[in-house]
């Protein structure tokens, strides 16, 4: 006997389990993604000093002497608010069909990514001071870069 409550529940599973893996996995990764980048721009904007992290640095912590480093910016905008849209676009370029949703999602990751690594270069030679969110962030860019360039090299009709 099926309730009317257990149907939704069997179609919403139907439909997760049919789904592409790749896509899947991208939607999840950028949205962890996307939520890093909005807790360090509300810490940003918020003024606040709570960033949770583990590593200390002259007694605050090691994400604050990051975040608040002259490489936190970037043409005046914190580069929190430029990951936040950047893991935006790549969601956003899920909903794009063919080739050109493709290509700026497999762009944008790219650039993230080269970006990331060069932040992490900074926080390594030149802040000597390595904030976790920031080295989660660019984990999840290295990761989409390359699932992105999976999807674009692969141009899978499934997700079109």
């Not at 935006?88 to 970006?115: D, N, P, Q, Y």
């Amino acid at each position: 006997m099926t309730t009317a409550a257990s149907q939704p529940r069997s179609r919403t599973w139907q439909a997760f389990a049919g789904a592409n893996p790749l896509l899947v996995a991208i939607v999840v990764i950028a949205t962890i993604g996307f939520l890093i980048a909005g807790y360090t721009t509300y810490e940003h904007y918020a003024g606040l000093k709570g960033l949770l992290c583990l590593g200390g640095h002259g007694g605050h912590s090691s994400c604050e002497t990051v975040q608040s480093s002259s490489w936190s910016r970037l043409a005046g905008i914190p580069v929190s608010v430029l990951g936040l849209v950047g893991y935006a676009v790549l969601l956003g370029s899920l909903l794009i069909r063919g080739e050109l949703g493709r290509a700026i999602g497999f762009g944008t990751a790219l650039i993230g990514f080269g970006f990331s690594a060069y932040l992490t270069y900074r926080e390594a030679f030149s802040i000597h001071a390595y904030c976790e969110w920031c080295l989660a962030s660019a984990v999840c860019m290295t990761l989409l870069m390359i699932l992105t360039g999976i999807r674009f090299l692969r141009a899978d009709p499934l997700d079109d």
